[in-house]
């Protein structure tokens, strides 16, 4: 039986950067799976942040539910970047459920969940506000601050009957 | 490569090419209450269900098993609002939350929900599941909400409806996949 739930492609970084980039993204699936699995150098990276589609405007927005250990919170951000999933100086690990990412007649929404174990746990559903396939994954951070080696990142797809 | 079950069931590490496949997809045409899969195989050990629904302001998706439509469900929810955080349960009620209310305005702006149904078919338990979802709008009513839900019923499913509370917009799609245990 043909696979549905394939790997597209994965790295390991083997030097400290700013994120990666998944590009020449296959529009043969219907939801994309990204899992996160590193940690920040120096200080903590915060949020996972995408841009899709070289998009660098302001059509990306968050809603974000997160618990500390002593207390639970709800953010939005709006007109900004999307936050998905969570990146500490310690190890962390996020999944990030890019859905139905080749409709053309929809926004494009995403579902995160990420753990920090020295920090939070954190849940966010972002909107980006293009109808556009999307192609091209650029994986950074909130604070700008620079991936651990040997931090991962993987691309998945499934596809749907 | 086989991942664990647990990091498949979190919402999406990888799998084995033939351990999670696909069942079926519903896509509604516009106006439906509810969208139903039926005959469901028996052959898996985990049932998974990934939407992306277009909806009416006010709306929520909730789910049955089996066509039980008695007061044999209950659930808990944990949401998130953006400007706060709130939790509660509903018990003895008739089904089980999957997606919290809806109060967008835009009908382009998808909510979007990962729904574990485990164990289905072991005739020992009653049934659980697990829910991820929500919706942004890049305004103020963009949700997120995590929901827990149990059937009080030990029978194998094999039928599932899900049903919009108030009507599924045309395109909203329902993928059902199946995760076979070693």
């Given at each position: 039986m043909a696979a549905t739930y394939e790997p597209i492609a994965t790295t390991t970084l083997l030097s400290t950067a700013l994120g990666y980039t998944f590009s020449?993204?296959?529009?043969?699936?219907t939801d994309l799976v990204l899992i996160v699995q590193g940690s920040t150098v120096v200080s903590a990276g915060d949020s996972i942040t995408l841009q899709f589609n070289?998009?660098?405007?302001?059509n990306y927005s968050t809603t974000g539910l997160y618990g500390t250990g002593s207390s639970a919170a709800s953010y939005r951000e709006s007109n900004t970047f999307t936050q998905t999933g969570r990146i500490s100086t310690t190890q962390s690990t996020s999944i990030i459920n890019i859905m139905n990412y080749t409709n053309g007649s929809t926004y494009k929404t995403v579902l995160a969940r990420g753990n920090a174990p020295d920090s939070l746990v954190i849940t966010q559903v972002s909107l980006w506000r293009k109808t556009e396939a999307i192609t091209k994954i650029k994986i950074a951070n909130q604070n700008n601050v620079v991936f651990s080696i040997g931090t991962t990142f993987t691309l998945y797809g499934i596809k749907a009957a | 490569m086989l991942n664990s079950l647990v990091s498949v069931l979190q919402g999406g590490a990888g799998a084995a090419a033939t351990a999670y496949e696909s069942i079926a997809t519903v896509t509604a045409s516009g106006g439906e209450t509810s969208l139903t899969f039926s005959s469901i195989p028996s052959t898996y050990t985990h049932l998974q269900l990934r939407f992306s629904a277009l909806e009416a302001a006010g709306n929520n998706i909730t789910m049955q098993f089996n066509n039980d439509n008695a007061n044999n469900y209950v659930y808990h929810y944990l949401v998130g609002t953006g400007s706060a955080a709130y939790a509660g349960s509903v018990t003895a009620t008739n089904k089980v939350v999957i997606e919290g209310q809806y109060n967008g305005t835009v009908g382009t702006y998808p909510n979007v929900g990962i729904v574990d149904i485990l164990d289905y078919t072991n005739t020992s338990k009653n049934k659980t599941v697990r829910s991820l979802s929500g919706g942004d709008?890049?305004?103020?009513t963009g949700e997120i909400s995590l929901n827990s839900g149990l059937w009080l019923n030990t029978a194998s499913i094999s039928t599932i409806k899900v049903l919009a509370s108030a009507s599924f917009d045309a395109g909203s799609s329902f993928a059902l996949y199946g995760i076979k245990g070693a």
């Open positions: 020449s993204i296959p529009n043969t699936y070289d998009d660098t405007t302001s | 709008n890049n305004s103020t």
